[in-house]
Nanobody
Framework: QVQLVESGGGSVQPGASLRLSCAASGFPLSYSGIGWFRQAPGKEREGVSYIRSGTTYYADSVQGRFSVSRDNAKNMVYLQMNSLKPEDTAAYYC????????????????????WGQGTQVTVSS
């Protein structure tokens, strides 16, 4: 069955870096879109980044600091997060969209079929 497992979260100071990983199984990663989302307490889940084939999207708030990549051979998707800020504190989730997706809707959580359990990122001094 489809499974997504995030890892790599942790507690860091502002300015630090983290790399989140999303291990995917049960579906053809090379033909699927993977979105990264985050949710802070009391806030709605928001799209952070998306990758499908050679296409990537980023939220304005992370553009230039975060980078998404994938290794189809390992069935892994990564989110490299640099220059972390306290406002990046949230639970981070990866999700899969099994069919094609309009670029305008990449950051809509309802467009995704399956979700991982999340990994916590805390940025604090």
């Amino acid at each position: 069955q489809v499974q997504l497992v995030e890892s790599g979260g942790g507690s860091v100071q502002p300015g630090a870096s983290l790399r989140l990983s999303c291990a995917a199984s049960g579906f053809p990663l090379s033909y699927s879109g993977i979105g990264w989302f985050r949710q802070a307490p009391g806030k709605e889940r928001e799209g952070v980044s998306y990758i499908r084939s050679g296409t990537t999207y980023y939220a304005d708030s992370v553009q230039g600091r975060f980078s998404v990549s994938r290794d189809n051979a390992k069935n892994m998707v990564y989110l490299q997060m640099n220059s972390l800020k306290p406002e990046d504190t949230a639970a981070y989730y990866c999700a899969v969209r099994l069919s094609s997706l309009s670029g305008r809707r990449w950051n809509n959580p309802r467009e995704y079929n399956y979700w991982g359990q999340g990994t916590q990122v805390t940025v604090s001094s």
